[in-house]
């Protein structure tokens, strides 16, 4: 078919008093050619008109692609059996060029970024090579939209922790915040709402006044809107994560700053400049850094277990022994797991992500060598509830007497004359005593019930005299 640009030669000629012979050898087509575009008469290319094989099936086509939710294979498998013979290509390319399924694509779109006034926040599902063995990984990155300067960092997985943990690295790579954070409506941040009506966490919230930045959440679906971050990932996973070999996390995040350096530093065709260079005129419209920046933690409660470790990610830490049973505050940082009894820290370990089940062990935790408990000796709870108070003596006596041989509960009755008040205590002990009771979970009841006629007596209200009496 002759194009539009042929077939308005074809009329020009034909004004000029041109035959179909002397047009046709001059344009080089045919002589039926310039005989059809003569009868047609205009320069527009008519439309293909043909028979299409799949138009008599079009209400069962729309019937069954609602049915099966846009799968043409499945659309075509039920009209084989049916009766129609076309191919399944034949069906794509109906419903192609009716707008079955097929929504036209609409540009894009361009966005322009001022200097310090945008910087978009996004994560991604990778693989690495860690320790010889592959992981599933999660890629964070931040990138500054003006002047394209980019942050990445890889953790093992991506919560609200590390979220706060990434967004702190990557503001003191940059020197300062951009004035908003564009995010893609994640759970980490969201509280409730996308889009312009998101609401963040109050948390995150807070975090971001502190670096003097707002989160904003674009539209669903409207992933362009956050092309800045979108784009690098392909390219952190072909040409730094792809056949990349990492002894951990720390040696993999150490090579992605590394990386950074090197993707920054270079020059760009498309910006005519280096991120680098772009990056020293945006700097100074950038928020600066807080004068304090407190380190970003996560607080948990655990009790140390009888071994003399805590919990925490199924990695266990090694707390003073002399603390087993106790109840310590955990905070876990980006690289330290500190361990707190009220106000004092009693312990710090490095913060390990894996193997599973691992043990961190000071060993100034473990009691020393020749000084642990002896078969014979009495145990160490007996001299601290002695040393705690001596009148209870008594009880305890009669207590490790009463076991048989068996272990008596000496932390619990520790435990109790730390947490309640001494002289109920001690009266529930002289009266279980006298009586010969030597359960803990009696005497725990006999000591609440004690509490309660001392500490939570309410005043009793007399009622004013009637004025007749």
């Known amino acids: 078919m002759l194009d539009e640009a042929t077939r308005t030669a074809i009329l020009e000629l034909k004004k000029k008093g041109c035959g179909s012979r002397?047009?046709?050898?001059?344009?080089?087509?045919?002589?039926?050619?310039?005989?059809?575009?003569?009868?047609?008469?205009?320069?527009?290319?008519?439309?293909?008109?043909?028979?299409?094989?799949a138009e008599p099936y079009r209400d069962q086509i729309l019937e069954l692609h609602a049915r099966f939710g846009g799968h043409l294979g499945r659309v075509h498998e039920e009209l084989s059996t049916q009766g129609a013979s076309f191919s399944y290509q034949a069906l794509t390319a109906f419903c192609r060029r009716h707008g079955i399924g097929h929504e036209p694509k609409l540009p894009s779109g361009r966005y322009h970024f001022e200097p310090g006034q945008e910087m978009q926040h996004d994560t991604s599902p990778h693989e690495a090579q860690i320790g010889g063995v592959l992981k599933d990984v999660q890629t964070a990155s931040l990138v500054l939209c003006h002047s394209r300067m980019i942050f990445f960092q890889v953790y093992p997985r991506f919560t609200?922790?590390?979220?706060?943990?990434?967004?702190?690295?990557?503001?003191?790579?940059?020197?300062?915040?951009?004035?908003?954070?564009?995010?893609?409506?994640?759970?980490?941040?969201?509280?409730?709402g996308s889009g312009a009506d998101m609401v963040p966490v109050p948390e995150m919230a807070a975090f971001g006044e502190r670096y003097g930045f707002s989160f904003q959440a674009h539209e669903k679906g409207d992933a362009n809107r956050s092309a800045r971050v979108e784009a690098p990932f392909s390219r952190i996973?072909?040409?730094?994560?792809?056949?990349?070999?990492?002894?951990?996390?720390?040696?993999?995040?150490?090579?992605?700053?590394?990386?950074?350096?090197?993707?920054?530093?270079?020059?760009?065709?498309?910006?005519h400049a280096s991120r680098r260079e772009l990056f020293q005129a945006e700097h100074v419209h950038l928020r600066p850094l807080p004068l304090h920046i407190p380190e970003v933690y996560q607080l948990h409660m655990r009790v140390v277990d009888a071994e003399g470790y805590v919990h925490l990610n199924r990695i266990r830490y090694s707390a003073p022994y002399q603390l087993i049973d106790r109840p310590l505050e955990v905070r876990e940082t980006k690289d330290r797991v500190d361990l707190y009894d009220g106000p004092r820290r009693v312990a710090s370990h490095a913060r390990v992500l894996g193997p599973l089940d691992t043990r961190v062990t000071d060993p100034a935790h473990r009691p020393p060598r020749g000084e642990g408990r002896g078969k014979q000796g009495p145990p160490l709870e007996i001299a601290a509830i002695e040393q705690s108070e001596p009148r209870a003596s008594a009880y305890l006596a009669g207590l490790v007497a009463r076991t048989g041989g068996r272990r008596p509960p000496l932390r619990r009755l520790l435990s109790m004359l730390r947490d309640y008040?001494?002289?109920?205590?001690?009266?529930?002990?002289?009266?279980?005593?006298?009586?010969?009771?030597?359960?803990?979970?009696?005497l725990e009841r006999m000591?609440?019930?004690q509490i309660a006629h001392e500490y939570f007596v309410l005043p009793i209200e007399r009622q004013a005299p009637d004025d007749d009496e």
């Open 22 to 53: 002397k047009i046709a050898n001059a344009l080089q087509v045919s002589r039926e050619a310039v005989r059809e575009v003569i009868r047609h008469g205009k320069a527009q290319v008519p439309p293909l008109e043909r028979v299409e094989a």
């Open 237 to 271: 996973e072909r040409a730094f994560l792809k056949g990349g070999r990492f002894a951990d996390f720390a040696d993999l995040n150490e090579q992605a700053r590394q990386t950074c350096q090197k993707w920054n530093a270079a020059w760009s065709n498309k910006l």
């Open 160 to 192: 609200r922790f590390e979220c706060k943990v990434f967004l702190a690295d990557a503001i003191a790579y940059f020197g300062g915040a951009a004035r908003t954070c564009m995010i893609d409506n994640t759970h980490v941040v969201v509280l409730h």
């Open 447 to 449: 000591v609440l019930k």
């Open 421 to 442: 008040p001494r002289e109920s205590l001690l009266a529930a002990l002289g009266e279980a005593e006298r009586y010969g009771l030597y359960d803990l979970d009696r």
